[in-house]
T-cell receptor, first 112, second 113 residues
Framework: DQQVKQNSPSLSVQEGRISILNCDYT??????FLWYKKYPAEGPTFLIS?????DKNEDGRFTVFLNKSAKHLSLHIVPSQPGDSAVYFC???????????FGTGTRLKVLA | DTAVSQTPKYLVTQMGNDKSIKCEQN?????MYWYKQDSKKFLKIMFS???????INETVPNRFSPKSPDKAHLNLHINSLELGDSAVYFC????????????FGQGTRLTVV
């Protein structure tokens, strides 16, 4: 039972354009959401997070939007750069559960 | 100055062997984890420890035994290795959970032949 889903396994975007990565979740107890970036042969690197009390969080080129009623979050990267090419995982946690549940990842390719 | 380091990075071993993967974090975090990334690239929680105490064991076979000698270390020992244990294992740490991010090590690619 996949509680966190990323339905797009891959995405290609032109350099300078916006990249939008989507994530859906099923567990209404989740109250903290994160995005990680992963390069081959490396561990996931934290990008940005959002608490369930917010609907938007921005950090430089990265913005995460949370729609609690739809149980949906998205990561916007503007402008996209070739160095952004990686696999992006969304993750969620519920207070006191001591675990992060990960989605299956979306491979982003930014074309120069 | 690596925040979460795990060794070895690569491990090739025969079926039936026993092996260990070590993990250390220098972030002062109180919670550590082991995750497994299988051939389908799913990242699944195996164990989590808080202040050296086991909090979560996600139905992992008892051939897998984590050990936390102190808050900065969480090692993973695997007995009687099977072909299906081949995967990438990631160690991670966080300060609590639910309100903060986890930091991951670079992973250990285990290949059982």
């Amino acid at each position: 039972d996949q509680q966190v889903k990323q339905n797009s396994p891959s995405l290609s975007v032109q350099e300078g354009r916006i990249s939008i990565l989507n994530c859906d979740y099923t567990n209404s107890m989740f109250d903290y959401f994160l995005w990680y970036k992963k390069y081959p042969a490396e561990g996931p690197t934290f990008l940005i997070s959002i608490s369930s009390i917010k609907d938007k969080n921005e950090d430089g080129r990265f913005t995460v939007f949370l729609n609690k009623s739809a149980k949906h979050l998205s990561l916007h990267i503007v402008p996209s750069q070739p160095g952004d090419s990686a696999v992006y995982f969304c993750a969620a946690s519920a207070s006191g559960t001591y675990k992060y549940i990960f989605g299956t990842g979306t491979r982003l390719k930014v074309l120069a | 100055d690596t925040a979460v380091s795990q060794t070895p990075k690569y491990l090739v071993t025969q079926m039936g062997n026993d092996k260990s993967i070590k993990c250390e974090q220098n972030l002062g975090h109180d919670t550590m984890y082991w995750y497994k990334q299988d051939s389908k690239k799913f990242l699944k929680i195996m164990f989590s420890y808080n202040n050296k105490e086991l909090i979560i064991n996600e139905t992992v076979p008892n051939r897998f035994s984590p050990k936390s000698p102190d808050k900065a270390h969480l090692n993973l020992h695997i007995n009687s290795l099977e072909l299906g244990d081949s995967a990438v294992y990631f160690c991670a740490s966080s300060q609590g959970v639910g309100i903060t991010e986890a930091f991951f090590g670079q992973g250990t690619r285990l290949t059982v032949v």
